[in-house]
């Protein structure tokens, strides 16, 4: 889309990620417009390979086996009163209601943009080329509301390099183009990065190489050639989130596997013969915890409670201290997570509780984080440990477990999936829910004290980012078929020279391994700067951007600029996403809760309007006039 091509010595933004990332930040430009920089000219160049509003993780184009891990009525790209920003508050659809919309023809889409809109309901999982339409409606929409004379031009290339000065204009080079585009500032909205290979996995890929094996290293799943996974063969996978579950359908159902209900509602696999054997593992040994199938009545937990703005100033203002997750955050967190698991255990489930709220709720928030007061106070007024909130076992489910053999380490995971099944899907569990919706509460709060290592956002995701019960029961179909075999928790891969196979073994069975091939590392890249293959990425950090200590790109908490490694923000450089400190969950979210990227995009769209107000010293007239789209201008960059 162009709405016209930009006239030499307009001002101009250049928004590297056509994603829902930088889609969004469109959507808040359009919002502030008219209050920082009223109805001057201003171009706008998105550059991205992919179509924009999805980018390359929402395109249409992949398999429509995939689903999205929440429900159509969790998913708004729109801001509503509990975000809080600077900018007005711009509601619109939530995927849900959108769909609706399209149904009821308020929405029009153009033919077959919008399949599977037509069944698609409030708690139903959307698959994503449906996410894929919406977003690329909500990029039309955002579009269409900037000012007449903001111009839209997009790029679908790639950016390698940014240069130019602190005080000066930007360019941005483009892959093919030997041109740059000129920009007064430039916003990194990358989205999830292609990575370098760590050091071990260097070691088993050359292993791989030298004994003819198959080696697939972390990456997008939708992107990954699978067609080395023989059908039959057995397959190790390390890793039990989200990309396993996209890769489990990939090799089931997308090999012509398909499922048949029983008269007693069980699921059966019917394998088409092509699948291979996977054979799944991880750290936890078990996969994240199923998506919570009801809804939250009654009197909400209120937060935040103890890990607020409040607590997280006080962190901020501590003088020459680093800070440590483990010894200065975490305990307020557990505390915060408790709090909302109690709150909702006394008001909606009192007979299991031997105190009154007030008295309980007055003695917690007097006890210290962990102490023994506190769990004395537990102890005494929750009689059933059932009802305790224990984050430690949460995190570590099968610790200490030990199967005499596989067979039995198969029939114990699927009681234990069958069993988080049964609890997700039930109210008498709702304590579960507050627990989520604190999760959400703290990840709003830790944004502002930035990047705090690679655990919490697993532990983060564990919980709170499961998959769909059905994908679950898929699991267990597919285990109860064969085709899915479980290694356990602690499960560790070597490279077995004198065999030439790749080994696992777990904690769970002792002295048993299982042998492969093929070795499948089902994850995301890690998303950092001195890892990642971006070429503009690593030329940023050759210039002198900032990283955190676990590699991620340093910016500033208020609006986002790139920090240099004296800690000065770059006047014209800003970045956005999981690539950057301030991580915020997802460029999406639930409606009504105060959404860090939603904060953070309109942050960032303030400070790009008042800089560009501002360098506006002397009012220069321009002529109106829209130009032909040249081959140079734009048709080129399709």
Known sequence: ??????????????????????????????????????????????????????????????????????????VTMFTDETVELDGP?????????????????EIPVGPGAADGAEALGPRDFAGRRLQSAYLSWVYEQSVAALPPRVDVHEHRRTAVRVSGSREGRQQVWLAGRPAPLLADLVVLALGHLEAELRPEQRQLADFAARHGLTHL????????????????????????????????????????GSYTTGADGQLTYRPSGREP???????????????????????????????????????????????DFRRDIWPLIEKELGFAHYHRLFTAHPGRTRMNWPDFEEKYAA?????????????????????????????????????????ALQEGLRGYI????????????????????????????????????PWWHGFFSYLASGPPGPR????????????????????????????????????????ESTEARALVEARLPEPTVAHTRDALLRALYADGAATTRTGLLAVSAADGRVLDRSGRPH???????????????????????????????DATARALLTFLRDRAARPVTLPVRRTPVTEESHAADQ
């Open 1 to 74: 889309m162009s709405r016209s091509v930009n006239p030499s010595g307009r001002p101009s933004v250049v928004i590297v990620g056509a994603g829902p990332r930088g889609t969004g930040l469109i959507e808040r430009i359009a919002a502030n417009a008219s209050e920082l920089y009223g109805d001057a000219p201003l171009d706008l160049h998105l550059v991205d390979p992919h179509p924009p509003g999805g980018g390359r993780i929402w395109r249409a184009d992949q398999s429509p086996l995939l689903w999205m891990n929440s429900t159509a009525e969790d």
């Open 367 to 407: 006890a210290d984080p962990g102490g023994a007061a506190l769990q004395a106070l537990v102890g005494a007024a929750v009689p059933d440990p059932a009802d305790r909130l224990d984050l430690a076992a949460l995190d570590h489910p099968l610790a200490g477990l030990r199967y005499p053999d596989g067979a």
């Open 277 to 323: 054997v996977l054979h799944v593992g991880s750290r936890r040994g078990v996969p994240y915890h199923a998506k919570i199938g009801y809804e939250l009545h009654g009197e909400r937990p209120p937060l935040p409670r103890f890990f607020g703005p409040e607590q997280v100033d006080a962190l901020l203002a501590r003088p020459g201290t680093d800070l």
């Open 217 to 256: 290293p972390p990456a997008f799943t939708a992107d990954t050639d699978l067609s080395a996974l023989r059908p039959g063969e057995p397959v190790l996978v390390r890793g039990f989130g989200l990309a396993f579950v996209d890769l489990m359908v990939l090799l089931t159902e997308g090999r012509g």
């Open 89 to 105: 508050v711009r509601p619109g659809p939530s995927l849900a209601e959108w769909a609706r919309g399209v149904r009821s023809g």
């Open 418 to 453: 069958e069993a988080d099944l049964a609890r997700r899907h039930d109210p008498a569990h709702s304590p579960d829910l507050a627990v989520f919706l604190a999760l959400l509460s703290v990840y709003g709060q830790l944004v502002r004290i930035g990047d705090r290592g």
């Open 571 to 601: 006047p014209r450089r800003f970045a956005l996403g999981p690539h950057t400190d301030a991580r915020s969950g997802g460029a999406f979210a639930r409606p009504r809760t105060n959404a860090p990227a939603f904060r953070q995009n």
């Open 472 to 511: 679950l029961r898929q699991l267990l179909a597919l285990s109860r078929a064969g085709v899915v075999r479980f290694l356990g928790a602690g499960t560790t891969v070597t490279a077995d020279e004198r065999r030439g196979v790749f080994r696992a073994g777990s904690a769970g069975v002792p002295g």
